[in-house]
């Protein structure tokens, strides 16, 4: 790879166009890298996807600069990048990228002559806040290292940009001395040639460049080392963990519950919007201290083990991606093999995107998406669709289930090394071998077969209304009694207690069950919202 050759052009100042045509271009460079890039992620987890979150997060940017106007100021412009970028940014890299757009507009708002210098120098700042524990031969440094050229130059905004791809060139080129893992790896960090590309995409746009046709070649990690990594296995433990949440008041004490020893956690602030970045052993935790301190707006986790085997090992076992509300939920699904989990359900229905995205996350040929309520379906389904045609296409198979009771049996029932058809037929047989009851209050007056007053608590089996009462707990003990009267030779009866249920009323309940049935109650936090009580019977 050469280093920079753009145009020799001034230009005195930078309009709110000019900033919309760099960003544009920025997520068109990483784009067309995107796998070169992937190939080449060793650090801080050999999974292949810094591109692919990279590139995700710019053209989340990209596309929300089509509702700007192109008179704005290019601060205003930035921000708005910056903005989408936080909140549909993917990985670590995404949210240094996203940092540092961030930062970069702060710079450009400033009322400066040299506001260009002052925006490189924001952006470096904004991304090494990101991060807990900044490491050299990373993102963070080549932003430091192009912010110092920057500030340098004495010509226009474009010499200025000329600069910044050359000290990014260089500063890339050196990340193999400092950081040994990439130097045993044979490769420079990916986050950091991203970022590079970032800046190789601003400036050619700025002087009316193309951006190429084709990508350049990055090189390869050693084969030898892979397969020391792979072997050690302790790299891939846990899930890559994201999450926005809003509304938090103690960003240092989330951040402090959050870490641990875990020098991966990024926090990134936009407005009353938090975005965290973290690798965890126990996602549910990190679901449940983000949901303790703000509104999760948005949490996927994925298992960094299975997304690392179909990156290197060409894994070929399906990869189920789950639809999943309350952390005891996110706890049951990650232990039963789920690779990914996107929140959502009832009156919180994910995206298109976020569904599309989580399947591309786990890299597998076939994904299986398990809704887990009826509404999520429809997206699931698009997003089979945007799967099928993207450059990777992923066979997508959607399970047709309407809760998260239903969605736990079909997963349990999942074997690996069989042809993926088997493995849709053995979930969806689960799902006929399984009985749901649900008790909730009701949201309004319905008139029927069971008449229910707003706010009474009201029990359903199989999506369909059979009884109310004025106790919650003696209309959920109903329900169960008539569940296990429904299903003779039924032998397991799970209970899952959801968000605002004590302990003592939990245990009285699973207890009262037990004596009504005869059947051993398996009590399950759930942490669900709106339903107090969710039960399966198999």
């Known amino acids: 790879m050469v280093g920079p050759d753009v145009s020799e052009t001034k230009v005195q100042g930078l309009s709110g166009e000019d900033v919309k045509r760099m960003i544009q271009g920025a997520a068109g460079w990483v784009a067309l890298h995107r796998e070169a890039l992937n190939l080449i992620n060793v650090y801080p987890v050999p999974d292949g996807?810094?591109?692919?979150?990279?590139g995700r997060t710019l053209a989340a940017a990209s596309e929300a600069l089509g509702a700007t106007d192109n008179e704005a100021p290019a601060h205003e412009i930035a921000a708005a990048a910056a903005s989408a970028a936080l909140l549909g940014g993917r990985g670590s890299s995404g949210v240094i990228g996203a940092q540092w757009l961030r930062g970069f507009a702060a710079g450009l708002g400033q009322d400066a002559d040299d506001s260009l210098a002052i925006a490189f120098n924001s952006a470096a700042e904004a991304a090494r806040n990101a991060v807990t524990e900044p490491r050299d031969g990373t993102m963070i440094s080549v932003a430091a290292d192009t912010a110092d050229a920057v500030a340098s130059v004495t010509g226009g905004p474009m010499a200025q940009m000329q600069e910044a791809v050359a000290a990014a060139y260089k500063s890339v080129e050196y990340t193999p001395e400092q950081n040994p893992v990439l130097k045993d790896a044979g490769v420079v960090d990916a986050g950091a040639?991203?970022?590079?590309?970032?800046?190789?995409?601003?400036?050619?746009?700025?002087?009316?460049?193309?951006?190429?046709e084709v990508p350049a070649e990055l090189g390869a990690i050693d084969p030898g080392w892979l397969a020391r990594r792979l072997d050690s296995g302790s790299d891939f433990d846990g899930f890559c963990t994201e999450l926005v949440v809003a509304n938090v008041a103690d960003i240092e004490g989330l951040r402090e519950v959050l870490a641990g020893d875990d020098e991966t956690v990024m926090l990134a602030p936009d407005g009353e919007d938090l975005r965290i970045h973290l690798h965890t052993d126990e996602p549910a935790d990190a679901y449940a201290a983000a949901d303790s301190a703000g509104q999760i707006r948005i949490f996927r986790a994925v298992d960094m083990r299975a997304q690392a085997a179909r990156t290197h090992e060409s894994q070929s076992d399906a990869a189920v991606v789950a639809v999943a509300q309350g952390s005891g939920f996110v706890r049951v699904f990650s232990e039963l093999g789920a690779a990914a989990i996107v929140s959502g359900g009832a009156a919180d229905n994910p995206s298109v995107e976020m569904?599309?995205?989580?399947?591309?996350?786990?890299?597998?040929?076939?994904v299986i998406i398990l809704p887990n309520n009826h509404n999520v379906t429809p997206a699931a389904e698009r997003a089979g669709e945007l799967a099928a045609e993207a450059d990777q296409p992923q066979r997508i198979h959607v399970i047709h289930n309407d809760s998260q009771a239903e969605g736990v049996a079909a997963l349990a029932a999942v074997i690996g090394g069989v042809p993926i058809e088997d493995v849709v037929a053995e979930m969806e047989?689960?799902?006929?071998?399984?009985?749901?009851?649900?008790?909730?209050?009701?949201?309004?007056?319905?008139?029927?077969?069971?008449?229910?007053?707003q706010g009474q608590p009201f029990a359903m089996l199989d999506g369909e209304i059979v009884g109310a009462g004025e106790s919650i707990d003696k209309v959920a003990l109903t329900l169960a009694t008539q569940m296990a009267e429904s299903l003779s030779g039924a032998s397991l009866f799970t209970l899952y207690v959801g968000e605002d249920v004590s302990e003592e009323q939990a245990d009285a309940l699973a207890e009262a069950i037990e004596e009504s049935t005869d059947l051993e109650v398996d009590l399950i936090e759930g942490g669900q919202p709106h339903y107090p009580w969710l039960m399966a019977l198999e």
């Open 355 to 366: 569904l599309f995205s989580a399947a591309e996350s786990v890299k597998g040929e076939d």
């Open 193 to 212: 040639r991203g970022l590079e590309f970032m800046l190789r995409g601003m400036a050619g746009a700025l002087a009316g460049e193309p951006i190429p």
């Open 49 to 54: 996807d810094t591109g692919a979150n990279l």
């Open 429 to 453: 047989e689960a799902l006929d071998a399984v009985r749901i009851g649900r008790v909730t209050h009701a949201a309004r007056t319905v008139e029927g077969d069971v008449p229910i007053a």
